[in-house]
């Protein structure tokens, strides 16, 4: 099965690694504008490149759609234009499928995947969600794909933009930076601020995915009433800590939903 990626940026690179790592050994191509940026993902990830976009499209078994939202409007216009047919799976944020459809019509059948940048060490976890006319021999291959880069959820395509916004390891760094100033700023130096913050979240988190206890119990087990856990947790409560993880959501969730509308 020959793979072919729209699209050189970072969600590409990161997945590329994650198969490479996994020694995955099907061809893969890469299509993109950019000769440097193909240079650079031949160089690292022994792919074939290819800059025209019609020879790229016709040789795919499973072709990718690897370019941002905004781009996915002009991409789909000139695929239209070649003569071919594929299944295809969409990365673009908030595009939903019944666009895509329309887009390039019935020879072309559709996936949408939301991988994560993690699946570069094989940690990733993709949601995918399918068109009702794509056959079950084409979910599995797409499913049996993203699993070389680690689990792979099928949600329906109605939950999709909560679930990305949700599951963005943005909140991860964004938390470690956090907690890591915090710490800095009350004597700690960045290392030890860092290694501290990292062991907080990475590996309190490790402790729950990885074992049997609810999430509750160890809520409880980490944080004694009137204890430091239970007085810092209560003190981000009261300071709002709850409520801007929900705005932050929503904000994200309206961002994945505007793309829908262009």
């Given at each position: 099965?020959r793979?072919?990626?729209?699209?050189?940026?970072?969600?590409?690179?990161?997945?590329?690694?994650?198969?490479?790592?996994a020694?995955?050994?099907?061809p893969l191509?890469?299509?993109?504008?950019?000769?440097?940026?193909?240079r650079?993902?031949?160089?690292?990830?022994r792919?074939?490149?290819?800059?025209?976009?019609?020879?790229?499209?016709?040789k795919?078994?499973?072709?990718?759609?690897?370019v941002?939202?905004e781009?996915v409007?002009?991409?789909?216009?000139?695929?239209?234009?070649?003569?071919?047919?594929?299944?295809?799976?969409?990365l673009?944020?908030?595009?939903p499928?019944h666009k895509?459809?329309?887009?390039l019509?019935?020879?072309v059948?559709?996936?949408?995947?939301?991988?994560?940048?993690?699946?570069?060490?094989?940690?990733?976890?993709?949601?995918v969600?399918?068109?009702?006319?794509?056959?079950?021999?084409?979910?599995?291959?797409?499913?049996?794909?993203?699993?070389?880069?680690?689990?792979?959820?099928?949600?329906?395509?109605?939950?999709f933009?909560?679930?990305?916004?949700?599951?963005?390891?943005?909140?991860?760094?964004?938390?470690?930076?956090a907690?890591?100033?915090?710490?800095?700023?009350?004597?700690?130096d960045?290392?030890?601020?860092?290694?501290?913050?990292?062991h907080a979240?990475?590996?309190?988190i490790?402790?729950?995915?990885?074992?049997?206890?609810?999430l509750?119990e160890?809520l409880?087990?980490?944080?004694?009433?009137?204890?430091?856990?239970?007085?810092?947790?209560?003190?981000?409560?009261?300071?709002?800590?709850?409520?801007a993880v929900?705005?932050?959501?929503?904000?994200?969730?309206?961002?994945?939903?505007?793309?829908?509308?262009r």
């Open positions: 099965m793979t072919v990626l729209l699209g050189g940026g970072r969600i590409t690179g990161a997945l590329l690694a994650g198969l490479r790592l020694a995955y050994d099907q191509m890469v299509h993109d504008r950019h000769a440097d940026k193909l650079q993902l031949t160089r690292q990830y792919v074939r490149a290819e800059g025209d976009l019609c020879t790229a499209v016709r795919a078994d499973l072709l990718i759609i690897a941002r939202p781009s409007r002009e991409l789909l216009r000139e695929i239209g234009e070649i003569d071919h047919s594929a299944t295809a799976v969409s673009a944020a908030g595009v499928l895509l459809r329309a887009a019509g019935p020879k059948r559709w996936a949408r995947a939301m991988p994560s940048p993690v699946c570069r060490i094989g940690r990733g976890l993709t949601a969600t399918f068109d009702r006319s794509l056959p079950t021999q084409q979910r599995r291959m797409i499913n049996r794909f993203f699993a070389r880069v680690g689990p792979v959820l099928e949600i329906p395509e109605s939950k933009d909560v679930f990305t916004a949700t599951y963005s390891c943005s909140h991860g760094y964004h938390a470690l930076g907690l890591a100033a915090a710490g800095e700023s009350q004597g700690l960045r290392n030890t601020a860092l290694t501290a913050a990292a979240l990475a590996d309190g490790l402790a729950w995915r990885e074992g049997k206890v609810p509750d160890l409880r087990e980490a944080a004694t009433p009137g204890g430091i856990a239970a007085t810092t947790m209560a003190a981000m409560n009261k300071a709002g800590h709850t409520k929900v705005r932050g959501l929503r904000a994200g969730i309206q961002r994945a939903r505007s793309h829908a509308r």
